[in-house]
């Protein structure tokens, strides 16, 4: 029997995936080296009474044999997307895997402090505006993707 949710964090390098997953979590767990996530990262928080399980991957393309192994058994995604560089090409291919196996996903757009433009996008999800070094938008952006599984 699973508990709760398994949530995995995807995005280019640098898009602030971790930030957004130490932000969210209450308890977290990262494999580093040189500040670069090498493997992935962990972490878990209660969130209306639902444990969550937050994973967030690497985003470089060295370490891109990690995201089916990460991802397997996911429940749901979060994108995040740098605003300033908008969606990259590997951000769409995790889209278009997503959106290919019907797991629901929503895109953070993150670093709205520093591009506070609308992020351009032909995907039929929502678009959450984020700052995750300040945690402006993270919950409000789970608890979208959490009402999709109602």
Same mark, same amino acid.
């Given at each position: 029997?699973?508990? *709760?949710?398994?949530?995995?964090?995807? *995005?280019?390098?640098?898009?602030?995936?971790?930030?957004?997953?130490?932000?969210?979590?209450?308890?977290?767990?990262?494999?580093?080296?040189?500040?670069?996530?090498?493997?992935?990262?962990?972490?878990?928080?209660?969130?209306?009474?639902?444990?969550?399980?937050?994973?967030?991957?690497?985003?470089?393309?060295?370490?891109?044999?990690?995201?089916?192994?990460?991802?397997?058994?996911?429940?749901?995604?979060?994108?995040?997307?740098?605003?300033?560089? *908008?969606?990259?090409?590997?951000?769409?291919?995790?889209?278009?895997?997503?959106?290919?196996?019907?797991?629901?996903?929503?895109?953070?757009?993150?670093?709205?402090?520093?591009?506070?433009?609308?992020?351009?996008?032909?995907?039929?999800?929502?678009?959450?505006?984020?700052?995750?070094?300040?945690?402006? *938008?993270?919950?409000?952006?789970?608890?979208?993707?959490?009402?999709?599984?109602?």
């Amino acid at each position: 029997m699973k508990m *709760g949710k398994k949530i995995v964090i995807f *995005g280019d390098y640098d898009s602030g995936k971790t930030t957004t997953l130490e932000k969210l979590s209450e308890k977290i767990t990262k494999v580093e080296y040189k500040g670069i996530t090498v493997a992935l990262d962990y972490g878990n928080l209660t969130l209306d009474g639902e444990k969550i399980h937050l994973f967030a991957t690497p985003g470089h393309e060295r370490f891109k044999f990690m995201l089916k192994i990460i991802a397997a058994g996911l429940d749901g995604a979060i994108i995040v997307v740098d605003n300033t560089r *908008g969606i990259t090409p590997a951000e769409e291919r995790i889209m278009d895997s997503l959106e290919k196996r019907n797991i629901p996903y929503v895109i953070f757009a993150n670093k709205q402090d520093l591009n506070d433009s609308t992020l351009k996008t032909n995907r039929e999800t929502e678009v959450v505006p984020t700052i995750a070094t300040n945690g402006i *938008g993270l919950v409000k952006g789970l608890k979208i993707l959490l009402g999709k599984f109602q």
